[in-house]
């Protein structure tokens, strides 16, 4: 599998957008997930465990653990 750079944030501003979409249509997020404020933007609440786990059991992403924001890097 080939994932583009920069894939995983796509993917969580696309996530991020439906939700709010969603809100201002239907009063209601789609996901049902809770998000948080980062320095580059909205994220889901509790990422490391929803997203990032099985990016990084499936060999495509990296956490940094180091900062408060814990970028991840695309493999």
Do not use: H, W
């Amino acid at each position: 599998m080939i994932v583009a750079p920069g894939a995983a944030l796509l993917l969580n501003k696309a996530l991020f957008y439906l939700d709010l979409y969603t809100l201002r249509d239907q009063g209601k997020l789609l996901t049902e997930c809770e998000y948080i404020a980062l320095p580059a933007g909205p994220t889901v609440a509790s990422y490391e465990r929803r997203l990032v786990r099985d990016l990084r059991t499936a060999g495509l992403a990296v956490q940094n653990e180091r900062g408060d924001t814990k970028p991840v890097r695309v493999a």
